[in-house]
């Protein structure tokens, strides 16, 4: 079952949270979001963790993984209309159901990502600009680490009837806020077996030092 919710002031007013499962993974070859790096599956793990910050949280899913969801987790299916356009039917389906609301879409790729670091990222997430983790070294955006304010909806829109679905693009065209995080690790991606074995056993003893 999800945490209870103890903060009621939220970091990112008039936001939706919005944590995005994906599909399966050809790399992977499993459903990222199930990945179990912590004491739940990655999907209800961020689930919890953006609890402080938005003022409703979503777990963005497809036909068949709303299937397997767990009872107690909201949940917002792709919208028919924006069938296999990637993440962008994520963010389309979300502005569709809450007109005139932010949107923070986080995707399932990073378990590095903490609170910590979301809540320095909040605090640029406050324009009428989107704004993105950036990943310095590979000059790019992380569109699935992103805030998305309303007034994006029109122009993301456009791009999608025209037949352009890239977030990465849309970013770039709209130049962006960019959001350096302290730790570069919070962007790192797990995208194969060997990957998830190596980040799982880096979480398992950073952990450890904890105690």
């Known amino acids: 079952m999800p ?20 599909g399966q993974s050809s790399r992977m070859g499993t459903d990222k979001s199930l990945l179990l ?17 938005c003022e409703k949280v ?34 389309l389906s979300a502005f569709k159901e ?12 990073y378990p590095f990502l903490t609170s910590v670091q979301l809540r320095q990222f909040s605090e640029y997430c406050n324009g009428t600009k989107p704004v993105s983790f950036y990943n310095e ?8 680490l992103a805030w998305y304010p309303y007034e994006a909806f029109d122009p993301l829109k456009k791009m999608q009837e025209a037949g ?6 849309f970013l770039i065209s709209v130049r962006a806020v960019k959001f350096y995080p302290g730790s570069k690790r919070s962007i790192q991606s797990v ?21």
């Open 98 to 109: 809450f007109p005139q609301k932010n949107i923070l879409l986080i995707g399932c790729d």
């Open 137 to 144: 070294q590979s000059a790019v955006y992380e569109p699935l």
């Open 164 to 169: 352009e679905y890239s977030l990465q693009h």
């Open 3 to 22: 945490a209870a919710r103890s903060i009621k002031t939220h970091l990112m007013p008039d936001t939706i949270g919005l944590v995005v499962c994906g």
């Open 37 to 53: 790096y912590y004491d739940k599956p990655q999907r209800y793990h961020l689930y919890d963790m953006l609890q402080p910050f």
């Open 191 to 211: 995208d194969t077996q060997e990957d998830f074995v190596r980040v799982s056993t880096q979480l398992f003893h950073q952990r450890l030092t904890f105690f």
């Open 58 to 91: 979503l777990i963005s899913c497809n036909a068949e993984q709303t299937k397997s969801m767990e009872a107690g987790y909201a949940v917002l299916p792709d919208h028919p209309s924006y069938n296999n356009i990637g993440p962008l039917a994520a963010l």
